[in-house]
């Protein structure tokens, strides 16, 4: 439940909060209050601006995951596939886009302009199986170059990932990671 909540948002409003008694206690002549005001609120209130600025909101599930995909998630998934869902569904601190080092590594991020957004993720199955499915925006980078990272990806995010790509549309890209039964 905490990584739905906005660390800045907490911040900026308890801040704001703070600083406000602050200026009203220190209008009505109470010191104690307009220390605690001044000395917590403003810290707090640039600690949320700072927060705000670095911040990477929780990429959307494009649809919600079916009870029966959740059962077989709890059997199925990796460690890295569990890893890659939480982390992207929850508020994240100086990073530029989710998952932005990992495409680096791959070799699909040679810049900060030419790397793909992941937009959604998906949870399904996959003949059966669990798959994680990673909703991408990739205007620059060709749908053959993912292709030719495959292989690459699959290692990247395994043991036990089969990964599949897909091109929906021109400019998408969905990569399906899919838990190899056990």
């Known amino acids: 439940m905490l990584s739905k909540i906005s660390l800045a948002s907490v911040g900026l409003t308890l801040g704001s909060l703070l600083t406000i008694m602050g200026f009203v206690a220190y209008a009505l002549?109470?010191?104690t209050l307009n220390l605690a005001g001044f000395f917590y609120g403003i810290p707090l209130l640039l600690g949320g601006l700072a927060l705000k600025a670095a911040?990477?909101?929780?990429?959307?599930?494009?649809?919600?995951?079916a009870p029966e995909?959740?059962?077989?998630?709890e059997k199925q998934a990796t460690p890295t596939q569990n890893q890659i869902r939480k982390d992207v569904t929850r508020y994240r601190y100086?990073?530029?886009?989710?998952?932005?080092?990992?495409?680096?590594?791959?070799?699909?991020?040679?810049?900060?302009?030419?790397?793909?957004v992941l937009t959604t993720i998906q949870e399904t199955t996959d003949e059966g199986r669990y798959a994680l499915v990673l909703?991408?925006?990739?205007?620059l980078i060709p749908f053959t170059t993912w292709q030719e990272k495959r292989e690459k990806i699959e290692k990247?995010?395994?043991p036990g990932i089969i990964a599949r790509l897909e091109n929906?549309?021109?400019?998408?890209?969905?990569?399906?990671?899919t838990a190899v039964a056990t």
Not at 55 to 65: G, V
Not at 94 to 116: F, I, K, M, N, V
Not at 135 to 139: R, V
């Open 55 to 65: 911040e990477l909101k929780p990429i959307p599930f494009s649809q919600e995951t």
């Open 29 to 31: 002549d109470y010191a």
């Open 135 to 139: 909703a991408f925006d990739s205007p």
């Open 69 to 73: 995909v959740l059962a077989l998630r």
């Open 168 to 177: 929906p549309e021109e400019h998408k890209v969905n990569l399906v990671l």
């Open 94 to 116: 100086g990073q530029e886009a989710h998952l932005d080092d990992a495409l680096q590594r791959l070799g699909l991020s040679p810049t900060d302009e030419e790397r793909p």
């Open 156 to 158: 990247f995010f395994g």
